[in-house]
């Protein structure tokens, strides 16, 4: 099969995936393998690719918003069949026993593993998943909609899960790139005013477009205090303001797997009040399936550039350079 293959973390301004010609990989018990038709890009792959996040594994296949059709089935496989259409996220293991598995926080899992990080992803051809870590995707979305929806969808929709905003709640953005764009239109359809802050001209154009009901760089110009907000931003400067624009008793959820440094904090100004901090750490598939079904009912819409696989590398300087407007998508 074709890949593009990480062998040494580098700038993404080095090139440093590769394309390769590998054996294709068998699926082992209770595995799926999957043939590739697209496989959106997240910025957690280039925190892998540039270092920010130690290697777990190297040579590595990147990758982790997958969609594909099901081609080979390992021993045991009960729930797919040949032929069906899947998605594979970030979260591909978990051991189903440890203290958070069995409190319905999976994602806490001291021996939890993902998918393009401790094994190969979706710069490929084909992958391979536990069968209990595909995801059956709704039928309202074409692949290359639905791809976004598989980290960005799953990791924003747990950041407004974590961000506890109210029924009758004002959510704030900070950063508005894939996870946003999708989040905003949850956040809308349930009919909550949102307030964006970026620094990208065209992200406020595009937020403004999706129904923000302000968007703008400065957040100290956010027209009203908000019960929730969530930095999505991996910049650790970002916090303090988020944390001012909250009423009392509010939340800040942070999305990020990676983030600068957070300056010191200004108790009486920040933090008083009692404002939260949450951050999210990965996901559980029941937020997979959630999201997927929010998705369908709010009938969100992706936005989209795609990429040829072996265009990876510039895909990805075109996302660290901001100059994607919603996700990008690479195509095998």
């Given at each position: 099969?074709?890949?593009?293959?990480?062998?040494?973390?580098?700038?993404?301004?080095?090139?440093?995936?590769?394309?390769?010609?590998?054996?294709?990989?068998?699926?082992?018990?209770?595995?799926?393998?999957?043939?590739?038709?697209?496989?959106?890009?997240?910025?957690?792959?280039?925190?892998?690719?540039?270092?920010?996040?130690?290697?777990?594994?190297?040579?590595?296949?990147?990758?982790?918003?997958?969609?594909?059709?099901?081609?080979?089935?390992?021993p045991g496989c009960?729930?797919?069949?040949?032929g069906s259409r899947?998605?594979?996220?970030?979260?591909?293991?978990?051991?189903?026993?440890?203290?958070?598995?069995?409190?319905?926080?999976?994602?806490?899992?001291?021996?939890?593993?993902?998918?393009?990080?401790?094994?190969?992803?979706?710069?490929?051809?084909?992958?391979?998943?536990?069968?209990?870590?595909?995801?059956?995707?709704?039928?309202?979305?074409?692949?290359?909609?639905?791809?976004?929806?598989?980290?960005?969808?799953?990791?924003?929709?747990?950041?407004?899960?974590?961000?506890?905003?109210?029924?009758?709640?004002?959510?704030?953005?900070?950063?508005?790139?894939?996870?946003?764009?999708?989040?905003?239109?949850?956040?809308?359809?349930?009919?909550h005013p949102v307030?964006?802050?970026?620094?990208?001209?065209?992200?406020?154009?595009?937020?403004?477009?999706?129904?923000?009901?302000?968007?703008?760089?400065?957040?100290?110009?956010?027209?009203?205090?908000?019960?929730?907000?969530?930095?999505?931003?991996?910049?650790?400067?970002?916090?303090?303001?988020?944390?001012?624009?909250?009423?009392?008793?509010?939340?800040?959820?942070?999305?990020?797997?990676?983030?600068?440094?957070?300056?010191?904090?200004?108790?009486?100004?920040?933090?008083?009040?009692?404002?939260?901090?949450?951050?999210?750490?990965?996901?559980?598939?029941?937020?997979?399936?959630?999201?997927?079904?929010?998705?369908?009912?709010?009938?969100?819409?992706?936005?989209?550039?795609?990429?040829?696989?072996?265009?990876?590398?510039?895909?990805?300087?075109?996302?660290?350079?901001?100059?994607?407007?919603?996700?990008?998508?690479?195509?095998?």
């Amino acid at each position: 099969m074709r890949a593009m293959l990480l062998r040494k973390q580098a700038p993404i301004e080095d090139s440093p995936l590769q394309p390769a010609e590998l054996d294709d990989p068998l699926p082992a018990p209770n595995e799926l393998r999957v043939r590739i038709t697209c496989c959106a890009v997240c910025r957690t792959d280039l925190h892998i690719i540039e270092g920010d996040l130690p290697p777990a594994k190297l040579p590595l296949i990147p990758g982790h918003q997958i969609v594909g059709i099901v081609d080979s089935l390992g021993p045991g496989c009960k729930t797919h069949k040949l032929g069906s259409r899947v998605g594979i996220a970030w979260l591909r293991h978990t051991d189903g026993t440890c203290r958070f598995c069995t409190s319905a926080r999976e994602n806490l899992c001291p021996q939890s593993k993902y998918t393009g990080y401790d094994a190969d992803g979706g710069y490929a051809d084909l992958a391979i998943v536990p069968e209990d870590f595909a995801y059956t995707l709704p039928d309202s979305f074409s692949d290359i909609q639905v791809s976004p929806l598989l980290c960005a969808g799953i990791i924003g929709y747990r950041a407004l899960l974590r961000s506890n905003l109210p029924p009758d709640g004002k959510l704030a953005i900070f950063g508005f790139g894939s996870s946003a764009h999708i989040v905003i239109q949850i956040a809308i359809h349930r009919g909550h005013p949102v307030y964006v802050v970026s620094r990208n001209p065209n992200h406020q154009a595009l937020a403004r477009s999706l129904g923000a009901a302000w968007a703008d760089s400065d957040p100290a110009k956010i027209p009203h205090k908000v019960q929730s907000a969530i930095v999505f931003a991996p910049a650790g400067s970002v916090v303090p303001p988020a944390l001012d624009c909250l009423d009392r008793g509010g939340t800040v959820s942070l999305a990020g797997i990676h983030m600068s440094p957070i300056p010191p904090l200004d108790y009486d100004k920040y933090l008083f009040y009692e404002r939260d901090i949450h951050p999210v750490t990965a996901n559980t598939r029941s937020d997979a399936r959630d999201l997927l079904q929010a998705a369908a009912q709010a009938h969100v819409k992706t936005h989209t550039v795609t990429y040829p696989l072996s265009q990876a590398n510039q895909a990805l300087r075109d996302l660290k350079e901001g100059r994607i407007d919603g996700t990008a998508v690479l195509i095998p």
